[in-house]
């Protein structure tokens, strides 16, 4: 095997980014204290340095801002018209684009993704989302989704938004410009492991003359959050994260008026065919599971691979696997990250150890793992029955069980055999296989011959216990939106 | 003499059959001026969990189905309908305390909302479907497919027309569904059930419980094989129904208000949420 070449480090500055030693709440358009003075740390994963002081909003900061958020919808932006709420759109996407590095790198330090996924990835698509919907602002009456009482649908009201730690930055696009496009205001709290690209993004609201209070930002853990959904003048629930807090939060909800939509858990299945070209599926397989360490909810965690070709593949994925570079997330040769959080870390470890356990063969490649930080190494299972538990349950982690098959049938079969709906992939050279693939698996984004690629222009969202409603292109609007009762 | 009549045992409509239920429970069934009409079943936990797996086992068929088909299949149950409708007539004006006349008017609408439905089958795609152009070389697009196993709770006054109004939305689209009839006049569903064995309709994919709300229901909306669960007879216990429904994140309809006007044209919204949309993505190139 050819010798790995020795990368010079070559790490993106963090001067561009200014981060204040503390943060107060986003509430009505200014930076406010929290009502009774509790805060938090976000401490960067990849070298536990402390970033800054977060405040931790309590029940009385959320009345706050969700008042504020329902006078911003009362007395401005249900008020203006769609074209006009769509400029303010186009000009938050500018800005996301033209400081577009200072997020990227700020992204890095608090999150511990690579600078070349920030950059490449998730700010990026957080721009095209907010540009996507600020054009939908004035054609919603087009969109297909009229209502019983007139032609142009109608907000919801005050849009209450919870956003996990994988994509921070990213979700929140996701949470907000739908919101705002259709007339709703905002009460978003972020994960509290990474609030700082949120906090940025309420200066860009600032800097955009948005109206005050049309988006709030709250920081805070699971109770804040708790409190946002809870809140009875909240129109409309939005939550991506686990499965676990996403049925807690469809209890809350239950006999309410909200509209609620979940982005939960995923277990995806990603199938090799054997005509497939394995050195494509093996980087797919990789982009797959490895991408952003592996805390995606769509990560192709199970691979299913065709028992003619399981060995051939198994190698090549080994020998790609091997050339990961783990390390400095500002570092742009980095391409492995450091994980979220000492909890998360907790998690993967104790599933990896589970599936070791009970029997599966366990994998990774000579790996230096740096000595502060959250870290671990990439990690393939081999030999997995599907009543592993690491088959099973959602890792969160850059960790992949590798199951085998023989026939279509017993593929779906596999695949399908999970409470989770999220997504999966499929690896052939023949059409009509990828058409009946796709037809057959229980999954609500299907990648044919490629993984993980998102689009503001593309419906995302889960089957089963994946969650419901869709984020992401026509089907994405009816989210924030009356529509017909019966 | 005038002749005895032979009168007809309401039974439940389990995949395709009609058993009582299995515990041997009936209960007694009266019209508006509360005079005896017949015993009809009181399904039982067991009866609720034999209606889902029947459901279960019809999906994978019906589900696969061409919409074409599933189209002519409704509409050939549109056609049994008319067939019967002496019977449905009578069955609701005395069930819903009617006169002749009201009664032919909801038969009437439930026959033509049954075929407003069957006509959708293969053109929700084109309203509820997508092409998404993407930033990036790639085929990309969304398509509805049915939800799973859907379980209906009836609306409870409007026993016949509220009734297909709930059950033709989940079905044609491919969903299959276990469907709890109005407790005071479920008559008419179990008529309406002969319908359905007699027309084209695959057993399982409808099957029609009778018996007491508050004591099925729970056990649909706890079912982990259950996926969908329309309240919009539920009426007050709706609450707890859709906190239960939470266990495996099934999708939720809530209650509709007790008196809604059921010949009020429909939308497609019913139809919508027993859909879910899958994106297919694949790289365009050379």
Known sequence: MAKKFDYAPAPESRAIVDIRSSYGLFIDGEFADPADGRSFKS??????????????????????????????????????????????????????????????????????????????????????????????????????????????????????????????????????????????????????????????????????????????????????????????????????????????????????????????????????????????????????????????????????????????????????????????????????????????????????????????????????????????????????????????????????????????????????????????????????????????????????????????????GGYKESGYGREGGRHGLAAYLKTWDN | MARVDVRKTYKLYIAGKFPRSESGRSYEVTDARGRFLANAALASRKDARDAVLAARAAFGGWSGATAYNRGQVLYRVAEMLEGRRAQFVDEVSRGEGLTARQADRVVDATIDRWVWYAGWSDKVSAIAGSSNPVAGPFFNFSTPEPTGVVAVVAPQKSSLLGLVSVVGPAIVTGNTCVVLASQTTPLPAITLAEALATSDLPGGVVNVLTGRVDEVAPWLASHMDVNGLDLAGAGLLGMDLEATAADNVKRVLRPVDPDHDWAETPSPARMLAHLETKTVWHPVGV
């Open chain 1, 43 to 460: 401490v960067s994963p990849s070298s536990e340095e402390v970033l800054a002081d977060i405040s931790d909003a309590s029940a009385a900061d959320v009345d706050r801002a969700v008042k504020a958020a329902r006078r911003a919808y009362t007395r401005a932006w249900s008020k203006m018209s769609g074209a006009e709420r769509g400029k303010y759109l186009f000009r938050i996407a500018r800005i996301l684009q033209e400081r577009s590095r200072e997020f990227a790198v700020l992204e890095s330090l608090d999150n511990g993704k690579p600078i070349k996924e920030s950059r490449d990835v998730d700010v990026p698509l957080a721009a095209a989302h907010f540009f996507y919907h600020a054009g939908w602002a004035d054609k919603l009456e087009y969109a297909g989704l009229a209502t019983s009482t007139g032609r142009t649908p109608q907000p919801l009201g005050v849009a209450g938004q919870v956003i996990p730690w994988n994509f921070p930055l990213l979700m929140l696009a996701w949470k907000i410009a739908p919101a705002l496009a259709t007339g709703n205001t905002v009460v978003l709290k972020p994960a509290e492991t990474t609030p700082l690209t949120a906090l940025l993004f309420a200066e860009v609201c600032q800097q955009a003359d948005l109206p005050p209070g049309v988006v709030n930002i709250l920081t805070g853990a699971g109770e804040t959050g708790r409190a946002v959904v809870e809140h009875p003048d909240v129109d409309k629930v939005a939550f991506t994260g686990s499965t676990e807090v996403g049925k807690l939060i469809a209890r809350a909800v239950a006999g309410s008026r909200k509209k609620v939509t979940l982005e939960l858990g995923g277990k995806a299945a990603n199938i090799v065919f054997e005509d497939a070209p394995i050195d494509q599926s093996v980087e797919g397989i990789v982009r797959g599971v490895f991408f952003n360490q592996g805390h995606v909810c769509c990560a192709g965690t199970r691979l299913l691979v065709q028992e003619s070709v399981a060995d051939e593949v198994l190698t090549s994925l080994k020998r790609r696997v091997s050339s990961l570079r783990l390390g400095d997330p500002l570092d742009k040769n980095t391409d492995i990250g450091a994980i979220n959080s000492a909890a998360q870390l907790e998690r993967i470890r104790e599933l990896s150890q589970i599936g070791e356990d009970e029997g599966a063969g366990r994998w990774s490649p000579p790996c230096e793992i740096p000595e502060r930080g959250y870290w671990f190494p990439p990690t393939v299972f081999t030999g997995v029955s599907q009543a592993h538990r690491i088959a099973r349950e959602e890792i969160f982690g850059p960790v992949l069980s590798v199951l085998t098959f023989r026939t279509p049938a017993e593929a779906v079969e596999k695949a399908n055999n999970t409470p989770y709906g999220l997504s999966a992939g499929v690896w052939t050279e023949k059409g009509s296989l990828i058409l009946w693939m796709a037809d057959q698996l229980r999954a609500g984004v299907v990648w044919a011959n490629t993984f993980n690629q998102f689009d503001p222009s593309s419906p995302f």
